[in-house]
């Protein structure tokens, strides 16, 4: 079992920046893939990024590309989101998710853990 606990969410004005943290515990994160997705009202949750277990390897969705960026410290147990020129419509609820097998996944379904959420919200 592994517990994904996201925090850094909240509002910011358009342009500006925000930077994401999840916090996982209970397995042995560096075998665990990992990806954010995020939900604005009314929408279906959509991927934003993902990371392999080392770190190594990225996938972007396009409406990220170049302005997000996904990291990870394996020591720390923790994924990061740096989220820069950020736009209204990247409003949401911002959702950490781990996999247990490492291959690529871009889809919700393919993922075995899920944090709370954390919402963002970006002002024009």
């Known amino acids: 079992q592994v517990q994904l606990v996201e925090s850094g969410g909240g509002l910011v004005q358009a342009g500006g920046s925000l930077r994401l943290s999840c916090a996982a515990s209970g397995r042995t994160f560096s075998s665990f893939a990992m990806a954010w997705f995020r939900q604005a009202p009314g929408k279906e949750r959509e991927f934003v990024v993902r990371?392999?277990?080392?770190?190594?390897?990225?996938n972007y969705a396009d409406f990220v590309k170049g302005r997000f960026t996904i990291s990870r410290d394996n020591a720390k147990s923790t994924v990061y989101l740096q989220m820069n020129s950020l736009k209204p419509e990247d409003t949401a609820v911002y959702y950490c998710a781990a996999r247990q097998s490492l291959a690529r996944a871009i889809y919700a379904a393919e993922y075995d853990y899920w944090g709370q959420g954390t919402q963002v919200t970006v002002s024009s």
């Open positions: 990371i392999s277990g080392s770190g190594g390897n990225t």
